[in-house]
């Protein structure tokens, strides 16, 4: 049962657009995550938030900004697309400490297409 | 740093055969390992997890052993049905965030 919610489930936009992607979880934890999967199936971490903290920020490119409102909601921000932008993005939520025990929770991912 | 390191890209299969998928990793100390599984149109889920206690873990048919000497890490079932194809990933728990492999899709045939 999914309790890790990613809105657009897919988005086609031209390069230089703005996007954003919405993540919401109901299970109560306080830890957020986005990773980048490439059309290889490469799953890269990008960022976390620790209870509206930010905790973990991987070098990626400063186009790319996290959101944070409360301990339930991870957006995504992409100020001006790239074509290497074209990728799905998959928010997870665990508990503090969850890199630990392992026991990460997935959204379905949101598939960005940069024409 | 941390890495974990899939050779196998992709596996291909028929109903009822073995499955063994290699994994080595790089880091510091005694991690605790993870194997993922992504199903089609779905996010990545724990498949089981193995400590430097154990050195194995198991679930749904599918073991997982961990070798400290050559720092490996691999994933095996003895007879695979057509819904195990699917996406598995050898993971790394760091200390803030998973370190994904690079993963190793799994076809299986009827």
Redesign the interface.
């Known amino acids: 049962e999914t309790a ?1 919610f990613q809105t657009p489930n897919y988005h086609v936009t031209q390069v230089g657009n703005e996007v954003s992607f919405n993540c919401k979880q109901t299970l109560g934890h306080d830890t957020m ?1 986005w ?1 980048k999967q490439d059309s ?6 990008m960022f ?1 938030y620790n209870n509206k903290q930010l ?2 920020n991987e070098t990626v490119p400063r186009r790319f900004s996290p959101q944070s409102s409360d301990k339930a909601h991870l957006n995504l921000r992409i100020k001006s697309v790239e074509p290497e932008d074209s990728a799905v993005y ?1 928010c ?1 939520s665990s508990y503090w400490g969850g ?11 949101s598939k960005l297409t940069v024409l | 740093g941390n890495s974990v390191t899939q050779m196998q890209g992709q596996v291909t299969l028929s109903e009822e055969e073995f499955l063994f998928i290699n994994c080595t990793y790089s880091t510091t100390g005694y991690p605790t390992l993870f194997w993922y599984v992504q199903y089609p149109g779905e996010g990545p889920q724990l498949l089981l997890k193995v400590t430097t206690a154990n050195n194995k873990g198991s679930s749904r048919g599918f073991e997982a052993t961990y070798d400290k000497g050559t720092t490996s890490f691999h994933l095996q079932k003895a007879s695979v049905q057509e819904s195990d194809s699917a996406v598995y990933y050898c993971v790394l728990g760091a200390s803030r965030a998973l370190i994904f492999g690079t993963g190793t899709t799994v076809s299986v045939s009827p």
């Open positions: 890790v995550y990773y290889k199936k490469l799953l890269k971490i976390s905790i973990v998959l997870a890199a630990g025990t392992g026991q990460l929770y997935f959204g379905e991912g």
